[in-house]
């Protein structure tokens, strides 16, 4: 088959002068209207890489996030709901900023060994920005040079991942939007059964103006009853501003729009509702649950449940620095769960949670899932009990499995997670919230001049250059009881993170405010 078509397409996507596109952690992401050639491209790739994996179903989802409303991002996702692969990472920064597209085209083939011909099908979703219907059309046209194409609409990224997942998996669900819907509930209402809860689960659920709005709104069931509040996806401005999880993790404070009753828990999402935190006031207090508190929660209750069942299985943590530290102390010490730590970035911490039976994983900002292996899901099939509480116990872990998103992390599945959670074991948000006490801690982000200059290891909690900086804030560290900081490049934003904790507040934005001076002279 002849790659020529790829030019005459490219024609009405033309690259902007002198842009520069790098495809990172979260793919590419920048201001929406700059987009539409990198957005074909990635269409390209796309089917290129249904052609290398001979007819496998690939996504494209366009979307920017918790990103302000002007601007957007694309990212693949591999078979079956993963990332895409490093290895291709570096092509698709290739074609974004190819100068010669069809010449580039045929060396990835050429490399890759790939025939054209064998290209499947690309599936495509996207949030509710204003420039996403302009870029699905641009992303269809780079996949129809190569491949069959088909445009879901709206979706929440998670979504996404589960239809390119059914779309190969058949067992794993019914490949429609619907699917999706019907798999989750029915998981959730049986479990609610199972333990004879008949009050429906309710919260009030931020949902940031964007899609995870339209689509709570179509979980019908009368055990689950959610008000949903900023939901205004048609005024394109209002996404992610003043409200949403990123927003709430990083003020620590209240979204717009809640009028909170106390001791009542409250959940905020993302723009494209994959990351969830929850929050309630105590008195005057805001209390923040975060992936953190997520991870813990759930853990435990698997732990309680694995237990009943006299199910001895590797269960683990993971975390990043990002981690509060009395969370890690929690798990080691109370839960007796091994943590382990990795790089920022979903992709690392998924990896990862793939070496455990059960691989419980969050970043601290909300972002995660539990994976469960299959050798987990095949034991959980052929374990017998002898009472009806041990029936129940595996009962729910089977059924657990399919409430949580087995392909990246997801607000609406981690949101009904922890919901079961705390009515199983019948915690309140304040029994939650008191497991243990956060040391404080702050991020701040510092403008160099390379962020590239600063390498590091150990799961980036250590700087190996520029030479010398990390004895000099190993030196004040020291100085802060229970203080613990660190600095690494941002993977997504051109800056250099600074993280402190420590014993009291002052101490924490004395120690985070003296790391950033070091920081003055790059
Ligand atoms: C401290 C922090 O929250 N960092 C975020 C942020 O990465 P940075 O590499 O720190 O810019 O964006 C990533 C993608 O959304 C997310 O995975 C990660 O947790
Ligand atoms: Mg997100």
């Known amino acids: 088959m002849s790659l020529d078509p790829v030019l005459a397409a490219s024609k009405s996507h033309p690259k902007p002068p002198n842009a520069q596109f790098a495809y990172g952690t979260a793919g590419f992401r920048t201001l929406g209207a700059q987009l539409d050639s990198t957005v074909f491209r990635v269409g390209v ?10 007819g496998k179903t690939i996504g494209v989802m366009i979307t920017a996030s918790h990103n302000p409303p002007q ?108 699917g999706y819907i019907d798999k989750t509930v029915a998981a959730v209402e049986k479990i609610m059964n199972l333990w004879n809860i008949t009050d429906p689960i309710k919260i009030t659920v931020d ?45 620590q404070k209240l979204p717009a729009n809640v009028q909170p009753t106390p001791d009542t828990l409250y959940s905020s999402f993302d723009g494209d509702a994959d990351r969830v935190v929850f929050y309630y006031m105590e008195g005057q207090q805001f209390r923040l649950l975060d992936g953190d508190r997520i991870a813990t929660l759930l853990a435990s209750l698997l732990n309680t449940l694995l237990q009943k069942v006299q199910l001895k299985v590797k269960l683990g943590i993971i975390q990043t620095a990002y981690a509060n530290g009395s969370s890690t102390k929690y798990i080691e010490e109370q839960l007796k769960v091994p943590v382990a730590f990795t790089p920022t970035g979903v992709k690392h911490l998924h990896h990862k949670a793939q070496e455990y039976d059960i691989g ?31 029936q ?107 993280y402190s904790e420590a014993a009291s507040e002052t101490d924490c934005l004395e120690l985070g405010n003296r790391v950033c001076k070091l920081l003055e002279k790059y």
């Open 45 to 54: 790739l796309a089917a290129l890489r249904s052609a290398k994996l001979e």
């Open 360 to 390: 419980v994983y969050f970043e601290a900002n909300g972002h995660g899932t539990v994976l469960f292996s299959d050798e987990y899901i095949k034991l959980l099939k052929t374990t017998n009990t002898t009472t009806e509480e041990q």
């Open 207 to 251: 949902a940031a103006n964007g899609v995870g709005a339209l689509k709570l709104k179509k979980l019908k069931s009368s055990l689950i009853a959610i008000t949903v509040i900023n939901d205004n996806t048609r005024d394109k401005q209002a996404l992610n501003v003043d409200c949403g999880a990123d927003f709430v993790k990083t003020n």
């Open 71 to 178: 601007d957007n991002g694309v990212k693949l996702v591999d078979p079956l709901g993963e990332m895409l692969p490093q290895v291709w990472e570096p092509y698709a920064t290739q074609l974004a900023n190819s100068e010669d597209l069809l010449a580039d085209v045929e060396d990835i083939v050429a490399k890759e060994n790939i025939d054209v011909g064998k290209a499947g099908l690309v599936i495509v979703g996207r949030d509710t920005r204003e420039t996403g219907p302009e870029l699905v059309t641009a992303a269809l046209d780079g996949i129809n040079v190569f491949s069959q194409s088909k445009d879901f609409g709206e979706l929440t990224t998670p979504q996404l991942h589960y239809l390119v997942r059914s779309h190969n998996d058949p067992e794993f669900g019914e490949p429609t939007e619907q």
């Open 392 to 498: 129940k116990a595996l009962q729910t872990l089977q059924l657990l499995v399919e409430v949580i998103n087995q392909t990246v992390g997801d607000s609406i599945s981690d949101l009904l997670a922890v919901l079961l959670a705390l009515k199983i074991e019948n915690k309140s948000c304040r029994d939650w919230a008191d497991e243990y006490t956060e040391l404080p801690n702050k991020l701040f982000k510092v403008l160099v001049a390379d962020r590239f200059a600063f390498k590091t290891a150990n799961a980036e909690r250590q700087l190996v250059e520029p030479a010398g900086l990390q004895e000099q804030i190993d030196a004040l560290v020291q100085q802060f009881p229970q203080g613990r900081s660190f600095v690494r490049a941002s993977g997504t934003e051109n800056a250099v993170r600074v």
